[in-house]
């Protein structure tokens, strides 16, 4: 043999080798999508208003606290609408000192002023505001992929769609409702101190004779024989907690001493948070201390003493995989803003495994009839196309898994376009060596002859396919990058086995010292 046959033959097996490495096991190289093995496909939407009004809540304190440092009293300094608040001083001779406080928020611009009365508008500008719509929906992005990755699925698909929803596919999830628990869970954590509980009575009629300092959160209480659950109205103190869960340093998973069967989360602050924690029990000894997450009360240990470990527990008779799931929550952070589930679909093991089955049967039957085709139309060069697109599908399927791409249900139909177009590039081949054959010319020279002249031509067909895939990977998502993947990466293994494994093939066949009148095509 030739040494530039040697060399081709020692790439082609390299090749395969390496393929049949990456597919081994078969069962867990390639990941499969959610159409394949079932799971549940979420679309989320990121409730960015509410985030502004935050923030403007936040500024607005801000902006008051910047007064009193300067001595400057008002009566009122509250968010009016959703991205901006007023300003009501105390008194009007404090106009202009106010106004030098208002030029240190660059990001927000004064109006409706009125001097004579000490009253002024701050509103966010509308370019502010778009940035913070943009870091809200990225950082709920982030921290919702963060918390996904530690519950352990292969392969989720997790991708801005729009300015303010996320798409979420989960393949293989069992649980379902413990992964919407996981991923619409706000996780945000704060100290109130507890005014008093309210036994009985219209909790919302109580809401209205409260001060602006005090308001009503439920707490979930779970009877431990009956497991049945209900809300307890407390009044807390301080919209504004005393601690929040961004001084959280760790939060961990304990047995609960209390309840035995029951399960703890137990949070450690970080120096400025062990410092704040520690003044707060000094000063409320006695009194008892709501942990609220997400609105809801936990727990409202009483305060026996000053606590300077800072460290706290979070209770709630929790089962251990409630505890995990919180225990994530925290460790990750809070959502920067809220999230609600628009779209929720949920495929089961069943249909996924109906999905393969035709799936593979697609596969498999366009394949036989392209084998057969080949063999009685083209004969021993049908054989060699044939061995060649096996390589082909082989390599597809090992690059799939090598670059650990998720194969789904469209995804198969195009590995099943993938078998015609390598099918295809063979036929232009075989054709213009027929034509070379035609015009009289000896078998080495019409072989030589058709591979070059096609060549170009395949080039064509490859490239404008090719370009499609990517345009479609690039801004497709879900099933139609699955399509993508697959049509691309075999389009690119057919370039390989059509005109280098082919015409290996060809030359060992017909390329060597012996004189060869025929061509079996």
């Given amino acids: ?5 040697r060399t081709r033959a020692v790439i082609v097996l390299i090749v395969l080798l390496g393929s049949l490495w990456y597919l081994y096991p078969p069962k867990t190289a390639i990941n499969l999508g959610l159409d394949l093995q079932g799971g549940i496909h979420l679309v989320l939407g990121v409730e960015t208003d509410k985030h502004v009004a935050s923030q403007t809540d936040r500024a607005a304190e801000d902006f008051k606290a910047a007064l009193d440092r300067r001595g400057i009293a008002t009566r009122r300094v509250a968010r009016d609408g959703l991205a901006s608040f007023v300003v009501e001083l105390a008194a009007s001779q404090s106009w202009n000192d106010a106004l030098t406080v208002a030029n240190e928020f660059q990001t927000f611009e004064r109006s409706n002023e009125e001097p004579a009365v000490g009253r002024f508008r701050m509103a966010m500008q509308a370019r502010a505001q778009r940035q ?5 929906a990225k950082q709920v992005l982030e921290k919702l992929r963060n918390r996904i990755d530690k ?23 069992q649980d379902i409702q413990r992964a919407k628990d996981l991923i619409g869970k706000t996780g945000y954590l704060e100290f109130r101190l507890v005014e008093r509980f309210v036994e009985g009575g219209d909790a919302e009629a109580l809401a209205r004779q409260l001060g602006p300092d005090l308001e009503i959160l439920p707490r979930r209480i779970v009877d431990p024989q009956t497991k049945v659950e209900r809300r307890v109205p407390y009044v807390v103190v301080h919209k504004r907690p005393l601690l929040t869960g961004s001084a959280l340093t760790s939060a961990n998973v304990a047995a609960d001493p209390n309840a035995p069967g029951n399960w703890q989360v137990t949070v450690t602050f970080n120096e400025a948070g062990r410092q704040r924690f520690a003044e707060v029990t000094e000063q409320n000894v006695g009194r008892f201390l709501a942990i609220v997450l997400d609105g809801v009360v936990s727990s409202a240990p009483r305060i026996n003493e000053r606590i300077p470990g800072g460290n706290a527990v979070i209770t709630g008779r929790f089962t251990i995989q ?15 803003a809220t999230v609600q589930i628009l779209e929720e679909r949920t495929v089961g093991p069943s249909l996924g495994a109906d999905s393969i089955r035709q799936g593979m049967f697609a596969i498999v039957a366009s394949a036989v009839v392209v084998v057969l085709f080949m063999l009685l139309y083209y004969r021993l060069s049908g054989l060699i196309a044939d061995v060649a697109l096996i390589l082909n599908l082989i390599i597809l399927l090992a690059c799939m898994a090598a670059f650990g791409a998720t194969l789904t249900l469209p995804g198969i139909a195009g590995i099943a376009l993938t078998i015609g177009m390598a099918v295809d590039t063979n036929i232009l081949i075989f054709e213009r060596i027929r034509e070379e054959l035609r015009v009289g010319k000896t078998v080495r020279a019409a072989i030589d002859a058709g591979f070059h002249r096609a060549f170009r031509t395949i080039i064509d067909t490859h490239a404008t396919v090719m ?31 059509a005109y280098f494994f082919t015409r290996l093939l060809f030359d060992v066949i017909y390329m060597g010292r012996r004189k060869v009148e025929t061509v079996s095509i």
Avoid: C, H, Y
């Fill in 322 to 336: 409630e505890a995990q799931d919180l225990k994530i929550v925290l460790n990750e952070g809070a959502l920067p």
């Fill in 132 to 136: 913070v719509r943009e870091d809200a």
């Fill in 1 to 5: 043999m030739p040494r530039n046959l």
């Fill in 467 to 497: 370009a499609t895939a990517l345009i479609l990977w690039i801004f497709g998502s879900g099933p139609v990058a699955g399509f993508a993947v697959s049509l691309g990466t075999g389009l690119a293994a057919s370039l390989f086995t």
């Fill in 151 to 173: 519950f352990n699925v292969a392969e989720p698909t997790i991708a801005r769609q729009g300015e303010d929803r996320i798409l979420i596919q989960l393949p293989g999830i």
